[in-house]
């Protein structure tokens, strides 16, 4: 599952930005990963594959959290 690594890797790159105080960049950053999720998980048809990206959303949803909240 190619899409699955990728997005382990863009979520790294938003902790690792959160973790150096680059806010701005982490939040854009998010803001991409969250678009290409959904884009994925429209496009997915398999059970099982949509509730492993749904685990990723919510990862998201508490790192936006982390980041504007």
């Keep these: 599952m190619e899409n699955k690594d990728t997005l382990l890797l863009e979520i790294q790159k938003i902790i690792d930005l959160m973790a150096s105080n680059q806010k701005e960049q982490a939040n854009q950053k998010l803001v991409e990963v969250s678009h290409?999720?959904?884009?994925i998980m429209d496009a997915t048809e398999n059970d099982e594959e949509l509730?492993?990206?749904?685990?990723?959303?919510i990862l998201l949803?508490?790192?936006n959290v982390k980041i504007n909240g």
């Design 51 to 57: 509730v492993e990206f749904h685990k990723y959303q």
């Design 36 to 39: 290409v999720l959904d884009d």
């Design 61 to 63: 949803n508490h790192l």
